[in-house]
């Protein structure tokens, strides 16, 4: 049986960490976001206003900035246009609640390159990020951008999954589900982990909908199968090839 593989590890093109900046007033949100992304290996920095970001900018030189709109001090688009004009080819991700179609497109004008509305799920965050990065040239994955653990395979570029070589239809929800799941093949990860990390950071759900969500990916990967998703009692979920 094929051994799972370890999730790539998106680096810069010359090997070192990939370099993120926060941008955000809300402490919380700030440090869950900053472990996330540390938890991907990257080296991540935080500022809780504008006049801290563009000061940090210029010394750490990230390679994307996740950037609130509403700051204490200055607005997101203007620290985006001073930011750009030192680093004209930083990623920029728009982190706001402001969601209507007039902000989206002054965020894009203004050169923001994508858009994430509050409340958000970390993964997401994270995919896009990926995405960013990849399609800026900026960073690369050893190996590929293909996570597989026994016979499941997940394209994380172009957001297919198969098993023993058939696809497999999920949707967005059970995608991001099955890519946290894994990015961490053989650990078991809790309730409360997956609802930080794949619903949104301030969701405040309950247990339930992370059981709902594993039975749906269950009928969908492991029916007819060898399962790969397996229950540890009382703590949470494993994804691996056998249950030894």
């Avoid at 900046?21 to 938890?39: K, M």
């Avoid at 007819?224 to 249950?243: A, C, E």
């Amino acid at each position: 049986m094929e051994n799972p593989s370890p999730p790539a590890v998106l680096r810069r093109t010359d090997g070192s960490p990939v370099r993120i900046l926060v941008v955000d007033d809300e402490p919380d949100l700030t440090e869950v976001l900053s472990g996330a992304l540390r938890s991907e290996g990257w080296d991540v920095r935080s500022a809780a206003d504008g006049t801290s970001a563009l000061a940090l900018a210029s010394s750490f030189r990230p390679d994307a900035v996740v950037l609130d709109w509403m700051l204490p001090d200055l607005d997101g688009l203007r620290v985006l246009r001073e930011m750009r004009a030192g680093l004209p080819d930083v990623c920029v991700l728009f982190l706001t609640a402001r969601d209507s179609v007039e902000d989206r497109i002054a965020g894009i004008t203004a050169g923001g390159d994508d858009y994430v509305t509050k409340p958000f799920s970390l993964e997401e965050v994270l995919a896009r990020l990926r995405g960013l990065l990849r399609r800026a040239g900026m960073a690369r994955e050893p190996g590929g951008n293909r996570l597989v653990v026994g016979d499941l395979v997940m394209d994380e570029d172009a957001m297919e999954v198969s098993r023993a070589g058939r696809l497999v239809d999920l949707s967005r929800t059970e995608f991001e589900l099955l890519r946290f799941l894994m990015r961490n093949p053989r650990r078991v990860l809790s309730k409360d982990q997956i609802l930080d990390r794949v619903w949104s950071y301030d969701f405040g759900g309950r247990a339930h909908i992370v059981e709902l969500y594993i039975s749906y990916l269950r009928k969908k990967i492991d029916a007819g199968r060898t399962p790969l998703i397996h229950t540890v009692r009382g703590v949470g979920y494993v994804l691996k090839p056998d249950p030894s």
